[in-house]
């Protein structure tokens, strides 16, 4: 199997992973997208004044469509089911109902996709980590 190649896709600009891979005494080199799946357009990040924060990403797979189903959503830890996601435009948001403490608080974003051609099952997963500080 060839080494991963990042292209971009000119229909939505974010980068693709790719495979190349040549069958042996062929001079056919076959591609195919192994994973378009990303999180982008995290928030909160930084320092946030409020004690309760919407937190916001942008979940996409190139190729497939996800649902909320396909993703999990944790805020300190602790997994969040009442999250919006449309599907169409990729957005999710989470308002915090609960008024969160000063300091640091981490969420955590996990992406898992499954998508099918003539050839088989492919899918793809996607984590994505960041902290913001709840001011004093």
């Not at 309760?52 to 959503?73: E, H, M, N, S, Y």
């Not at 099918?116 to 099952?121: P, Y």
């Amino acid at each position: 199997m060839g080494r991963p190649r990042r292209r971009r896709n000119s229909r939505n600009p974010r980068w693709s992973t790719v495979r190349v891979t040549r069958t042996k005494g062929s001079n056919k080199t076959t591609s195919y997208r192994v994973s378009g799946l990303s999180i982008t357009g995290v928030g909160p990040t930084g320092r946030v004044a409020g004690r309760r924060p919407t937190v916001r990403a942008t979940v996409i797979d190139q190729g497939t469509r996800l649902t909320k189903g396909d993703i999990r959503l944790y805020v300190d830890g602790s997994e969040k089911s009442r999250f919006h996601y449309d599907p169409a435009s990729g957005r999710l948001s989470y308002y915090v109902g609960n008024a969160l403490a000063p300091g640091v608080h981490r969420v955590e974003i996990l992406a898992e996709s499954e998508s099918g051609d003539e050839r088989g099952r492919t899918g793809g997963t996607a984590r994505k980590s960041w902290t913001f500080t709840v001011a004093r």
